[in-house]
């Protein structure tokens, strides 16, 4: 169903509210950074929540280049892919309130015991 | 509709019947949320080399619009195969070709439907096709290959093996340009003036294409034209069943985003369309993998080197090398002999030797659909063929190796003996390309329904403007379709001035 822009303001609000339950943060991300982690870490828009943009991650991570993909069964390296190179934006496959996917497995046989 | 959505819930419904998004809405000048040289709907082949040749024409302010997350649509994923007689590599392969072999490989496989001017075009501009790339950074394995249905060795391969391979150089030489691209943007329709010229796009932005939800409506104006390159329809589902029925049930190759939404916003202002109810059905396709993978890169050359047979009769039944329609219905048949229980999976079987340059083999066998056989026993026990029949038809085949007609007529530019261990793949078509779209002219014009001539400041190139050819297309001549129509569109667009 498409939703209107009416709705999607009702919704955020909502999910801001004290009422709302927390979104999750990855354990990972606990670890690394504890009580210094909170939403402007990654939403880092002035004003209205924004969904992060690239450079939130790679101000901490880097980019693609500097955070190869571990080997594994399938020989998949998604962030040195045939498809896209480095070009794609973290969110197309991580995303921190839900599961990551990989959008090789849109396509391809793959496994990546490590992502977040 | 969403709009309406919006409107009734905020303003009641009486101002939500005063709509301003309508397809056949006519723009006022003035309510325009930002303003650009140049709009291209679309970022793969055609959209980029629209962005091009507009560049290159000196236009400042081109902005391309892209409704999903990743870049370059079908182009990304796709082989990247592009057939282009006269390049420089070709002629340095020694190859002998030109642009008019190619056109008549094309209108044999389009059944003669092709629009002649568009056919000659793509094939005449496709070796400034491959300067272009070059230009951008692309680079290319040094060797030429022949995809069936063509009577000349003439496809290039970029050299990761994918369209990958293509759009990402082109995407970042263009962003060097200065072109912007604008990804999760969805063109929901073209806005025209009071005399029917288009001068913009309405768009939901901050798209999610998984929940259809957005952030915002806006308009955008562009100046010169909006370019249309939004590729095929293959994954929606709807559109495909209402267009051509018997095909609904097949699987198909492209892209989740490949849906009808800008076909549609195309016939809203009155585009002609041209043969929207033919698709084409890739025959290199196999049950075991999904869409149009590493499998049926592999098929390629195992069609060429190899042999392909009906596990019915143990027997050929087609040139493995034939244009894709005369193959898909030949596997078609052998299919329809089997039943759900029993199914006739026809089969692509080569040796050794073959695999060695075949591009996806690798993967198609790591991920199991390419299976080894190491003995024609074991060849025949896993497709379900007879053993003495399959036996036959090998040295029948390596006959032909040696110098014997072949009867099916397959042309052999490698002479290799089927000898085990086999590498063996199930094939069964499956959907790969719209052979449809709006009419356009060779400079990428969209023609208009009631007049047969063009409109006003719309152009179209790529997989959603069809008959360039015909009813069905040759493999690798999509890309250069896109890049040359693309190229073409961008310049035409450039030299347009709007209420000129
Ligand atoms: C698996 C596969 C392998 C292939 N292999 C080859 C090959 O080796 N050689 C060859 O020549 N051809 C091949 N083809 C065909 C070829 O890839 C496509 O026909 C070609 O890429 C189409 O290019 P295009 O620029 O017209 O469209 P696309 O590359 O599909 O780009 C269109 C873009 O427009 C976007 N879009 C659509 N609607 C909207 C909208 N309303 N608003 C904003 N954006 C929108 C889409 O999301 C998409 O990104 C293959 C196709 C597939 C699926």
């Known amino acids: ?116 | 509709m969403k709009r309406r959505d919006f409107l009734t819930k905020s303003m009641g419904v009486t101002a939500a019947m005063a709509l301003p998004f309508s397809a056949t809405a006519v723009s006022s000048e003035n309510s325009w949320d930002r303003e650009y040289d140049l709009i291209i709907v679309g970022s793969g082949f055609a959209g980029l080399a629209a962005a091009y040749s507009a560049n290159k024409a000196g236009l400042k302010n081109i902005l391309i619009l892209e409704k999903m997350e990743t870049w370059g649509g079908n182009s990304a994923i796709c082989g990247g195969i592009a057939c282009m007689p006269n390049t420089s590599l070709q002629k340095k392969h020694g190859i002998e070709d030109s642009a008019e072999l190619m056109i008549k490989d094309m209108v044999k496989a389009g059944r003669g439907f092709n629009h002649p001017e568009l056919c000659k075009t793509l094939a005449t501009e496709a070796h400034t096709v491959y300067d272009m790339l070059i230009g951008c950074g692309v680079e290319f394995m040094d060797k030429i290959i022949r995809l069936g249905g063509h009577s000349a060795p003439r496809a290039h391969i970029p050299a990761n093996a994918s369209g990958g391979g293509i759009v990402v150089p082109m995407h970042k030489y263009l962003v060097n340009k200065g072109v912007q691209f604008q990804n999760r943007t969805q063109v929901t329709s073209l806005l025209r003036d009071k005399n029917n010229a288009i001068t913009g796009v309405a768009v939901q932005e901050k798209f999610d294409f998984e929940t259809e939800e957005f952030k915002a409506e806006q308009t955008y104006k562009s100046r010169h034209g909006v370019v249309v390159a939004t590729g095929g329809w293959g994954q929606d589902k709807k559109f495909v069943k209402t267009t051509m029925p018997i095909y609904a049930h097949l699987e198909a190759t492209a892209h989740p985003g490949a849906t009808a939404g800008m076909i549609k916003s195309l016939l809203a202002v009155g585009s002609l369309p041209i043969m929207l109810d033919m698709y084409q059905l890739g025959p290199w396709a196999s049950p075991d993998e999904k869409g149009a993978g590493p499998a049926s890169f592999f098929a390629d050359y195992s069609f060429s080197e190899g042999i392909a047979i009906d596990p019915m009769t143990g027997k050929r039944f087609m040139n493995e090398l034939a244009d894709r329609r005369t193959r898909a219905e030949a596997q078609l048949v052998v299919l329809e002999k089997g039943s759900e229980e029993k199914p006739n999976y026809p089969f692509t079987f080569c040796s050794e030797a073959t695999t060695k340059r075949a591009e996806g083999f690798k993967g198609a066998y790591r991920d199991g659909a390419v299976n080894k056989s190491n003995s024609v026993a074991e060849l025949a026990k896993h497709h379900g063929v007879d053993e003495a029949v399959l036996s036959q038809s090998i040295a029948d085949w390596n006959e032909i190796v040696e110098g014997k007609p072949d009867p099916f007529n397959k042309p052999l530019d490698r002479r290799t003996e089927l000898k085990p261990p086999f590498y063996s793949l199930r094939l069964s078509p499956k959907l790969h390309y719209c052979m449809g779209g709006v009419a356009i002219t060779p400079n990428a014009e969209v023609i208009d329904a009631t007049t047969c001539e063009p409109i006003k400041g719309l152009f179209a190139a790529g997989e959603v403007a069809g008959g360039t050819h015909g009813m069905d297309r040759l493999g690798g001549c999509s890309s250069v379709d896109g890049l040359v129509f693309g190229q073409i569109a961008g310049r035409t667009a450039a030299n347009y001035k709007a209420n000129a």
């Open chain 1, 1 to 116: 169903m498409k939703t209107s822009f009416a709705v999607a303001v009702i919704a955020t609000l909502l999910s801001c509210s004290a009422l709302a339950a927390k979104p999750t943060i990855k354990q990972h991300h606990i670890d690394a950074l504890g009580d210094d982690m909170n939403c402007r870490t990654c939403h880092t828009t002035k004003g209205a929540f924004e969904r992060p943009s690239d450079q939130a991650c790679i101000d901490c991570h880097g980019g693609m280049h500097d955070i190869p993909t571990q080997p594994n069964r399938f020989d998949k390296n998604p962030h040195n892919s045939h498809h896209y190179e480095d070009l794609l934006e973290c969110m197309v496959c991580h995303s921190e309130h839900q599961p990551s996917k990989d959008i090789c497995s849109d396509c391809h046989k793959v496994e990546f015991n490590n992502l977040k």
